[in-house]
């Protein structure tokens, strides 16, 4: 597997490097995706403590600490001079042995007229081997961005074999029934740190979180859907196949994405000092 890093500088097994060369070996694979705002690493102790859950659901132990995880994300950051775009983290287990990589990676940010406006989506039938892992899966990944590309969407819905929707193919889905919150029970999906700092948003804003999958045909009685992710935070969405929502316009949905921003804030203005050392 080739190292695609967007800066010249990466991080691998703790030491700084820049060999476009170096590949990682065959092995089982799990990463995490943070992003960086201002130098400050977003919600990282909960990607950490997602990252070893990761490394436990595939049956090995963590072969990398804490403190070695932020010192790497400190001279990734610092030897790219780079302090606003998403860092990813990738563990490879082997045999009896481990490898790890960070680095910077191509990071797409939606522009404030798409939250206003939303994006159109599809369905796909498909599922993850492992829900609740981050665990590289090159097949899968490829299929969906064909598919998307082949329909202009912005993201996939995935449905199970028996006609629920799960999850996106990179995000967690929310849908809005009047006050009230569906998204996809826990064990099902993957639990994402957005997804997790969204119910605490919910929670602030007595909001009720529903976790109960949706079945396909439901769609035709929500008010409004939208996705969450590390880039996109709190994204509306206005289509799914033929279906239309004026989701970026939802009461609900533009309070969700309100608060959430507020604990994005208040999170980097409580970690500023990151990068001091």
């Known amino acids: 597997m080739n190292i695609e890093t967007n800066k010249e500088f990466f991080i691998y097994n703790n030491e700084v490097s820049n060999n476009k060369e170096l590949k990682l070996k065959e092995g089982e ?14 919600f990282l102790e909960e990607h950490i403590e997602r990252l070893k859950k990761s490394i436990d659901l595939i049956g090995y132990e963590s072969q990398i600490n804490e403190e070695s995880i932020r010192e ?18 990738i563990l490879n ?13 191509k990071s797409n940010y939606p522009e404030e007229r798409i939250y ?14 492992l829900p609740n892992v981050k665990k590289v ?35 967690n889905m929310f849908f809005i029934k009047e ?33 109960k999958n949706l079945k396909i045909e439901e769609l ?17 969405i206005k289509v799914v196949d033929d279906r239309k929502y004026n989701s970026a316009k939802n009461r609900v949905i533009k309070n969700i994405r309100k608060e959430y921003n507020k604990r994005v804030d208040e999170y980097i203005k409580k970690n500023k000092n990151f990068l001091k050392k």
């Open 29 to 42: 694979k799990v990463y995490e995706v943070i992003r960086v705002i201002n130098g400050v690493p977003l």
């Open 72 to 89: 790497n994300i400190y001279k990734l950051i610092s030897k790219n001079d780079e302090f606003n775009m998403n860092i990813k983290i």
């Open 93 to 105: 287990y082997y045999g009896d042995n481990f490898e790890s990589v960070f680095l910077f990676i």
């Open 116 to 129: 206003d406006e939303g994006v159109a989506t599809i369905t796909i039938k498909a599922m993850r081997d």
């Open 137 to 171: 899966n090159n097949t899968f990944k490829t299929k969906v961005k064909e598919e998307l590309k082949q329909k202009n969407a912005y993201e996939a819905l995935l449905i199970d074999e028996k006609g629920y929707i799960t999850e996106g193919s990179r995000s």
């Open 179 to 211: 006050n009230e919150v569906y998204t996809a029970p826990k064990g099902e999906v993957l639990l994402g740190v957005t997804r997790a700092n969204i119910l605490k948003a919910c929670e602030s804003l007595d909001v009720n979180i529903v976790e």
């Open 220 to 236: 035709n009685n929500i008010d409004g859907i939208f996705m969450s992710g590390t880039s996109v935070g709190v994204l509306p």
